[in-house]
């Protein structure tokens, strides 16, 4: 059964650096997102994407974050300068149309030191 | 402002019983509830979606019900297993124009099932 993959499982990282999340959605899915969910908290929506363009953002993802979809089969999450307050679970999610459903992947562990 | 609350926080239970989750919502314009089961580390894993017109979804031992009226949702296990183990997560959507979707998460229902 096809699922969303993410890449690396788990990422530490210094306080200041960039850092990329990827994310390979499934094939035939039109919509991608973006959560996150800090330890012992609830799941927070960052952003969602759909044909090559941001459509909707929540006030978490500032101008240090940025999503890109450069190939076909990658969706990526880009942080310029990790903060401290970065670390968390990050998980990527797509859904094909018109399916309410979203589907998840098992998400990127982010530890920024 | 759009909030899902869900009870209780925690809930222990013993193998092969049964339990209800609740989730309430102040999302509008509603357009679809789903609960998800979340492992610990892992990814949330759909188990219902229900949409305004809907009132019960059944997945195996899993059923959802909604009460779009009051707002109110919960889902019912059955027969509960040690894997039913997790975090159980209400998700409210809401609907935005062009079909988007702004979702809404609850904190979850950590689930405990003991031997």
């Known amino acids: 059964e096809p699922e969303v993959t993410q890449t690396p499982s788990h990422q530490v990282t210094q306080m200041g650096q960039e850092v990329i999340l990827r994310c390979v959605p499934i094939?035939?899915?039109?919509?991608f997102y973006w959560y996150r969910q800090i330890l012992g908290q609830k799941v927070e929506f960052l952003v969602s994407f759909y044909n090559n363009e941001i459509s909707e953002k929540s006030e978490i993802f500032d101008d240090q974050f940025s999503v890109e979809r450069p190939d076909g089969s990658n969706f990526t999450l880009k942080i310029r300068s990790t903060k401290l307050e970065d670390s968390a679970m990050y998980f990527c999610?797509?859904?094909?149309?018109?399916?309410?459903?979203?589907?998840f992947g098992p998400g990127t562990r982010l530890t920024v030191l | 402002k759009n909030q899902v609350e869900q009870s209780p926080q925690s809930l222990i239970i013993l193998e092969g019983k049964n339990c209800t989750l609740q989730?309430?919502?102040?999302?509008?314009?509603?357009?679809?509830l789903r609960w998800y089961k979340q492992d610990t580390g892992r990814g949330p894993v759909s188990l219902t979606i229900m949409t305004f017109s809907e009132n019960t979804k059944s997945n195996g031992r899993y059923t959802a019900t909604l009460d779009a009226d009051t707002k109110q949702s919960s889902l019912h296990i059955t027969a509960s297993q040690l894997s039913d183990s997790a975090s159980y997560i209400c998700v409210v959507s809401a609907a935005n124009s062009g079909g988007y979707q702004k979702v809404t998460f609850g904190i979850g229902t950590k689930l405990q099932v003991i031997p």
């Open positions: 999610a797509s859904r094909p149309p018109p399916s309410n459903e979203q589907f």
């Open positions: 094939s035939n899915h039109l919509y």
């Open positions: 989730c309430n919502y102040t999302v509008s314009p509603f357009s679809n």
